[in-house]
């Protein structure tokens, strides 16, 4: 049983079968992954917060249940008990549900791993309690393995006290696409640069610094279009680039299929990377993406950003949550052709260093198989193994 917070299992299984392109990138690798597993398993994806509870057994054969939950976390009892009903043997939780992984730890014949994109952050009293709390159920002897998406977030549960040998940093499978560097592109003066953003379109996500950058552009003369795809709280954005005057510098695409995004992406002059110190970011997949792209990365400093992309050198970097910054950052890159240029041909070492061994199947086969190597081999991936240092060495003390 693979446990997940949200989402439609059911929507993406149908969408990729009729040749639609995923909303998400990690989708396909997901359903490929089930669909194999369901030829000799019995496999089933359970969703906790949905509008409407069913159970339906897809044409491969794996069962996808929504609970039907508003709220998992207020509602952890039924949430338990549904998943307790269907009598899992191995269970993988997608999410930071510990409702789940606390019934989990008490269920003799039940194997058990968490699988998260979360990071972890010791700003305040509550959450050094609750990361206490975390770390001590994450230790727990029948949670086997805790994955974690990529190795800044992975670094994070190990600061909370989590055990590093339990600790495996993981990440979806991809290829280098071996695009082009990206020329500096000649503008005339009325012609506007273009930003794009992707991502939930929400202010923890610091969309709004965005719209303030585009103000700060436009009273320096520097036409900016600014272009955001993704769902969320559009009205808000869209009062704020109105109360701004830069209604008509401001595009919201709404979801664009995941194929979309790297071409995207490439087809702009700037992409922002903008998450505030109070998102729980994992690793956003965008990070990836632009650097495929080859376009030049405007990136807050949140923490889980942090050894991964270089001021000046893979990226422009900037404090968090500051519009006026962004647009510093913006202005420096189109008015230094060298600057733009060496982002760009940076692009592909920052790609590669930012490589993990250990992908998406890897996690559910070598788990599942449990044989000594396999027992051995994923230990070879923990934090404790060492393998990892130089990418850690990197990080800002925090």
């Keep these: 049983m693979l446990v997940l917070y949200a989402g439609d299992y059911r929507n993406a299984w149908y969408r990729i079968q009729s040749g639609k392109p995923p909303t998400w990138h990690g989708h396909p690798f997901m359903v490929e992954r ?235 002059d700037l992409v922002l990377i903008s998450s505030r110190h109070n998102y729980p970011e994992g690793f956003p997949f965008t990070i990836n993406q632009a650097l495929l792209s080859r376009t030049p990365i405007i990136a807050s400093d949140h923490p889980m950003f942090a050894g991964i992309l270089q001021h000046q050198e893979s990226a422009m970097i900037f404090p968090a949550g500051d519009g006026e910054a962004i647009a510093r950052c913006a202005q420096a890159l189109i008015t230094s052709p060298s600057l733009y240029a060496s982002l760009s041909q940076n692009s592909q070492a920052a790609w590669e260093f930012l490589q993990v061994p250990v992908r998406w199947g890897d996690v559910i086969d070598r788990w599942l198989a449990d044989r000594p190597g396999d027992r051995q081999w994923l230990a070879d991936h923990s934090l404790q193994s060492g393998c990892y240092q130089a990418r850690i060495d990197r990080l800002s003390p925090r």
């Excluded at 039940?110 to 770390?135: G, P």
């Excluded at 279009?225 to 869209?238: I, P, S, T, Y």
Aim: aromatic share 8%; glycine share 6%; hydrophobic share 40%.
């Design 34 to 268: 089930f669909s194999e597993m369901s030829k000799h398993h019995q496999v089933t994806v359970f969703t906790c917060k949905s509008e409407t509870a069913y159970e339906e057994t897809l044409p491969d054969g794996c069962r996808v249940i929504e609970a039907g939950l508003a709220d998992p976390v207020k509602q952890h009892r039924e949430l338990v008990a549904q998943v307790a009903a269907q009598n899992p043997t191995h269970l993988m939780v997608r999410a930071p549900m510990m409702s789940i992984l606390r019934w989990a730890s008490h269920q003799k014949d039940l194997r058990t791993i968490a699988a998260l994109a979360n990071s972890y952050h010791q700003n305040t009293w509550r959450e050094r309690l609750k990361n206490w709390r975390t770390a001590r159920l994450f230790n727990h002897p029948k949670i086997e393995w805790v994955f974690n998406h990529n190795i800044n977030s992975s670094y994070s549960l190990q600061k909370i006290g989590v055990n590093p040998a339990k600790i495996i940093p993981w990440d979806w499978p991809q290829i280098w696409l071996n695009r082009e560097s990206k020329p500096f592109p000649p503008r005339s003066e009325t012609q506007p640069w273009t930003m794009f953003y992707v991502g939930s379109v929400i202010p923890e996500k610091g969309v709004g610094d965005g719209i303030n950058a585009v103000a700060k552009l436009r009273q320096a003369g520097i036409p900016m279009q600014f272009k955001v795809a993704g769902k969320g709280n559009l009205d808000l954005f869209k009062q704020q680039a109105a109360r701004l005057g830069v209604s008509d510098a401001v595009t919201f695409l709404g979801l664009i299929p995941n194929v979309e995004v790297i071409d995207t992406m490439a087809a702009a």
